[in-house]
């Protein structure tokens, strides 16, 4: 098991790569897509790689629900992986309803520009 600075530093570690990696995919995409689209896929994997979950009901320490849904559902079933798929849901609806809100708002204001 590891200590309180170990698994600080892996929490650290981890969220930086995460974010650098939604700023490159942000980046890449925004070269290819729409922003409204952009937004819709970086928040959901945001919402997906940055939730996160308690491994078990008796452990104090969290690690992020896609790796821990992914392992339950391997060893033990989806019934056991509940525990992680309810914050995944809920964080990727939060994203589709964020990113359908930045396109009503932002996005649709950044159209109206371009065209007058």
Request: a positive charge.
């Amino acid at each position: 098991m590891l200590d309180e600075g170990s698994y600080l530093s892996a929490i650290y570690i981890y969220v930086g790569s995460a974010s650098v990696l939604l700023l490159y995919l942000a980046w890449w995409l925004s070269r290819h897509w729409s922003p409204s689209w952009v937004a819709l896929v970086v928040l959901l994997m945001a919402a997906l790689m940055l939730t996160p979950s308690y491994p078990r009901l008796d452990v104090d320490t969290m690690a992020p629900a896609l790796i821990v849904a992914a392992f339950e559902i391997m060893t033990t079933g989806v019934e056991a992986a509940n525990n992680a798929l309810r914050p995944l849901m809920f964080a990727a609806g939060v994203a589709v309803v964020l990113a359908l809100l930045l396109r009503l708002t932002v996005f649709r204001r950044r159209k109206k520009e371009k065209l007058g």
